[in-house]
């Protein structure tokens, strides 16, 4: 069965990966680059627990081909905090209660930094739809709401 | 999942030589949202995925007045969903868009590979239906232009030959008189998958349908046209009682399905509820009592 040599960036890294055909872009991620912050949760494209961002847009890796992202940048969990800081999502997931046993996070902190980079100024009810692909089971979202919509302030310098 | 060779064909015509040469071991891959499910599951054991991601000739939005909106077999969701094009020139289908799924799935989903996969539990075809679209296809016969109707064959069936691949899909240019909207009906708000959708094309006169398309999907195996509403419709002053009417007999004419999302009796219910409120609310009449939908 075919193998192929894809490039990717990941995180603003330049890497190259010899992958047979049916290497998911997760198991790329977190097999073949050890960048375990990205979940395998329901590995049925529901949960979102697996979601990065593809040329800055959110997707679910489990139902993408590592194929299908040759030449693309892709940005994990990993790739959020900069120069030892973390991201105002991640500092306002932890001040405002949006996570618990925390398995879910890494997706929901990528699809909101999708979601707040189409739209720095949403309203609740634009969170709550956007969140729509990513499940919590802990937390009944209300902290995650907040936590966007704090740090959707924070990101637009108030 | 079982493993395959995944082939890039740089053209059309390349991947339909494939697609013929390899037959039934082989599946076509857009987005691949719905194909890597049902390979992961084994539902599907493909030995080969053609893939059309070269195949940039199959992207893009454009519109022109004249022959109307022309939509890349492999536009996104998203894309369709966030077109200034779209927004303004058939607000309904932008509207439809930004509901499939979810983002990611949006962000990643094809509307010709949604097309091509005709889960029945989906937004795009009865939305398309009332906007008259065409599937264009290619393959080894050259390119057939099929209308949205005879394109959706059955569950999970369409009017796509073995080698064929859908190239684009066309909307005619909507008359300036026209109104539409497509609703929808989901058992929870946090569902992926409409229990029933209803779209409405009207020509609007004041208060009297001069013409109108109206469509159900996700409630039946396949989305349909429902012409004998249609027909009642054409030329009458729209009245709560008419639009009423309207929707029992587009509940009358559908055999919907029964399965884990809602049994055939309660999506009739839900069909009947969200074609008033849709047809009263093209037409300016208040109707937003009772069960909510979008």
């Known amino acids: ?158 | 999942m079982r493993d395959f060779d995944f082939l890039e064909p740089a053209t059309v015509g390349e991947a339909s030589r494939m697609l013929a040469d390899l037959g039934d071991d082989c599946r076509v891959i857009a987005g691949g949202t719905a194909l890597m499910l049902g390979m992961r599951q084994r539902m599907l054991t493909p030995t080969h995925l053609v893939s059309l991601g070269r195949l940039d000739a199959l992207r893009g939005i454009e519109f022109d007045e004249q022959s109307g909106l022309r939509i890349g077999a492999l536009a996104l969701h998203a894309d369709l969903a966030r077109s200034p094009l779209v927004q303004a020139r058939y607000p309904m289908l932008a509207s439809m868009a930004s509901r499939v799924a979810n983002p990611q799935v949006r962000n990643q989903g094809t509307l010709g590979g949604n097309l091509c996969y005709a889960d029945p539990a989906t937004d795009p075809p009865g939305c398309l239906m009332a906007l008259q679209a065409q599937v264009v296809v290619s393959g080894s016969g050259g390119e057939r232009v099929l209308g949205i109707e005879e394109f959706c064959v059955d569950y999970y069936t369409t009017a796509l030959e073995p080698d064929e691949v859908v190239t684009e899909i066309r909307i005619p240019p909507l008359p300036a008189d026209a109104v539409g909207q497509y609703a929808r009906f989901l058992r929870t708000a946090a569902e992926h998958r409409p229990l029933a959708s209803v779209a409405v094309v009207a020509r609007r006169a004041g208060a009297v349908c001069v013409e109108a398309r109206l469509a159900v999907g996700a409630a039946t195996p396949i989305a349909l046209r429902l012409r004998r509403a249609e027909a009642f419709l054409s030329g009458k002053t729209v009245t709560p009682d008419v639009a009423a009417e309207a929707a029992d007999i587009i509940a009358a004419d559908i055999e919907p399905v029964s399965d884990l999302r809602g049994a055939a009796d309660y999506r009739r219910d839900m069909v009947r509820i969200v074609a008033r409120r849709t047809i009263a609310g093209l037409f300016g009449l208040a109707s937003n009592q009772g069960t909510t939908h979008e």
Request: proline share 3%; net charge neutral.
């Open chain 1, 1 to 158: 069965m075919s193998k192929h040599l894809i490039d990717i960036t990941v995180n603003g890294e330049a890497h190259s990966v010899k992958v047979p055909s049916r290497r998911l872009l997760a198991d790329l991620l977190r097999d073949d680059l050890h960048l375990t912050g990205t979940k395998r949760g329901c590995e049925t494209g529901i949960c979102g627990a697996c979601s990065v961002l593809v040329d800055g847009e959110v997707v679910k890796s489990c139902l993408t081909l590592a194929v299908q992202v040759k030449g693309r940048a892709v940005t994990t969990v990993e790739g959020l905090s900069q120069n030892g800081e973390l991201h105002p999502l991640q500092q306002c997931f932890m001040e405002h209660g949006g996570l618990q046993c925390g398995y879910c996070t890494p997706g929901f902190l990528m699809t909101s930094c999708a979601m707040l980079a189409h739209n720095p100024h949403p309203t609740e009810a634009e969170v709550r739809a956007g969140l729509n692909g990513n499940l919590c089971r802990c937390t009944g979202y209300n902290g995650i709401v907040e936590s966007i919509l704090v740090a959707s302030e924070k990101m637009r310098g108030n």
